[in-house]
């Protein structure tokens, strides 16, 4: 069956819109500025770009193929700018090679469920709708999560729940599932969701909104294999940056910004010895951050976007490595003493960047 390409099943408005542009925008004027939209869904994000920045050529990736065809639709009027792929995000290393692209200049990761997967209920992200249990942002491929809560073992589902949705109560669901899966096979969302919210104790089911959201977020990082894409996929953003080349990813869950905080505050760190007066050239931080640990929405976004109230945002700009080599020949070529730097720390040499890196906080 074809895609309506009339209104998009669903709504949808840009997470941060504003903020993502202010943070990109250094990046985005760049000449020959390439940007790649990792998360396109129906590309609010991306004609915005397109249409502040007319020198701007987007790339934009969704493994979702309804997404990508309704994407297509709103971008046609960009002609040859807008490169549109179906993949995943931790695919750019190969969608550059064919595209014959060296290097991108800004990026954005919008992570977690598009509104037009959470919107629709025949998906099956939502368990405040009754659908087929799938669960599969590309419908094209893959294990459904259907297959997953009627095959796994009852051990691999309990790691699951308690990986991917820190469940504590994984045990007493997973139990409620393999007695009910011994009766028939569990095909709706509206079942399973009835079988978490049995499972948990009454006093739990006060708190915290639906009891069955942690366990349909696991089975949706699961099926989708999210976090294993996003580990791959960070560093291949970074890698592919050129110099003085933005990132912004807006995570919604903790298990999400725990990998983009890892990748990006590793390389905003010196691997140089610490007792050495200067920094070596090839040893110095790679990336500046640009916000202070996780950046959360204003009130105001989340009075106008209900959708971006647990988003976490961050942001990073690519070091000019040649350039910060190129100060240090002039400050200290061959032949000149190092000057040695005082400290007021009772220590010797100079104070490791990454202690205080700048823009980097608590999240």
């Not at 669903?10 to 004027?29: F, K, Q």
């Not at 994984?170 to 409620?176: C, K, L, M």
Request: charge should be negative.
């Amino acid at each position: 069956m074809g895609v309506d390409m009339g209104e998009p099943r669903g709504t949808h408005v840009p997470v941060l819109l504003e903020r993502c542009l202010e943070l990109l925008d250094p990046a985005l004027t760049l000449p020959g500025a390439v940007h790649v939209d990792f998360t396109l869904g129906l590309g609010g994000h991306a004609e915005a770009v397109l249409e502040r920045y007319p020198d701007v050529v987007l790339i934009g990736l969704d493994r979702d193929t309804e997404a990508l065809a309704h994407a297509r639709h709103r971008l046609i009027r960009f002609g040859d700018r807008a490169h549109l792929v179906h993949a995943v995000y931790d695919e750019l290393p190969r969608v550059l090679d064919e595209l014959e692209i060296p290097a991108i200049h800004s990026g954005l990761f919008d992570l977690g469920v598009s509104s037009l997967q959470l919107d629709e209920a025949d998906r099956g992200f939502a368990y405040a709708q009754d659908a087929p249990l799938d669960m599969r942002m590309d419908q094209s491929r893959g294990m459904t999560a259907e297959e997953v809560v009627n095959t796994y073992e009852p051990g691999d589902l309990v790691r699951v729940l308690r990986q991917y949705g820190e469940e504590k109560f994984a045990p007493r669901i997973v139990s409620s599932i393999v007695r009910e899966r011994a009766k028939g096979r569990i095909t709706s969302t509206a079942r399973l969701a009835e079988l978490v919210k049995d499972a948990i104790p009454a006093a739990a089911r006060r708190t915290g909104g639906n009891p069955a959201k942690r366990t349909f977020q696991a089975l949706r990082i699961e099926v989708n294999r999210e976090l294993e894409a996003l580990e791959g996929a960070v560093p291949a953003a970074l890698d592919a940056l050129a110099p003085h080349g933005r990132l912004v990813v807006m995570s919604y869950q903790s298990l999400e910004d725990r990998i983009v905080k890892r990748e990006l505050t590793a390389r905003a760190r010196s691997t140089g010895p610490v007792d050495l007066p200067v920094e070596l050239p090839g040893t110095g931080p790679s990336l500046r951050l640009l916000t202070r640990g996780s950046e959360p929405p204003s009130e105001a976004e989340v009075a106008a976007n209900p959708r971006a109230a647990s988003v976490k945002l961050r942001a990073v700009e690519r070091i000019d490595e040649q350039e910060q080599a190129s100060k240090f020949e002039k400050a200290f070529g061959a032949g000149r003493e190092r000057p040695r730097m005082s400290t007021t720390r009772g220590g010797r040499g100079r104070i490791r960047p990454g202690a205080n890196v700048e823009g980097e906080g608590r999240a």
